[in-house]
Antibody, heavy 117, light 107 residues
Framework: QVQLQESGPGLVKPSETLSLICIVS????????WGWIRQSPGKGLEWIGH???????NYNPSLKSRVTISVDTSKNQFSLRLTSVTAADTAVYYC???????????WGQGSLVTVSS | EIVMTQSPATLSVSPGERATLSCRAS??????LAWYQQKPGQAPRLLIY???TRVTGVPARFSGSGSGTEFTLTISSLQSEDFAVYYC??????????FGGGTKVEI
């Protein structure tokens, strides 16, 4: 059974960089594609982007200029970097496995990141 | 950009009753639609993909239908554990991937 676990700082200052990692267990990260989704407090789900097993990436156009997703196969984990954050980036950030058909079956439990000084 | 609109925003239902949730796409997405359930403090759970294919382990009381621009998630007889927020997600011609705004099913 695939399991994902997000980790990273829960508090980030405005204008700084949000960094999260997602550790994957129960399967090889090289065999699948992986994504990040976020959910602002009391709001719906927003796709941030994903990285294919090939290493290529796709990002939400609204975040593209600030987002980087990368994979570390040696640690079986992938990461999210979001630069120049503002209060609008406060959200629960989820990592998930991207299925070949375009949805997400396995999810992490989520990591709340608050942007505040 | 394809916009996914879910209705109603909140659905009040009694246990044992039938719940019908709607998801509408601003243009055709074929059958490229998934449904998720999210309970408070938990990650979303994939219920259905391909508009009508239940994920292994999802109870048969959950069913999905529709194609093109109109989709429905039906819960035939609501159980206490079904009270949650439900999201649709389209995945035709992706990326991008987009979710609907959600429907809260409450008692």
């Amino acid at each position: 059974q695939v399991q994902l676990q997000e980790s990273g700082p829960g508090l980030v200052k405005p204008s700084e960089t949000l960094s999260l990692i997602c550790i994957v267990s129960g399967g090889s990260i090289s065999d699948n594609s992986w994504g990040w989704i976020r959910q602002s407090p009391g709001k719906g789900l927003e796709w941030i982007g994903h990285i294919y097993y090939s290493g290529s990436t796709n990002y939400n156009p609204s975040l593209k200029s600030r987002v980087t997703i990368s994979v570390d196969t040696s640690k079986n984990q992938f990461s999210l970097r979001l630069t120049s954050v503002t209060a609008a980036d406060t959200a629960v950030y989820y990592c998930a496995r991207l299925e070949a058909w375009g949805g997400f079956r396995y999810w992490g439990q989520g990591s709340l990141v608050t942007v505040s000084s | 950009e394809i916009v996914m609109t879910q209705s109603p925003a909140t659905l009040s239902v009694s246990p044992g009753e039938r719940a019908t949730l709607s998801c509408r796409a601003s243009q055709s997405v074929g059958s490229n639609l998934a449904w998720y359930q999210q309970k408070p403090g938990q990650a979303p759970r994939l219920l259905i993909y391909g508009a009508s294919t239940r994920v292994t382990g999802v109870p048969a009381r959950f069913s999905g239908s529709g194609s093109g621009t109109e989709f429905t998630l039906t819960i035939s007889s609501l159980q206490s554990e079904d009270f949650a927020v439900y999201y649709c997600q389209r995945y035709n011609n992706w990326p991008p991937l987009t979710f609907g705004g959600g429907t809260k099913v409450e008692i």
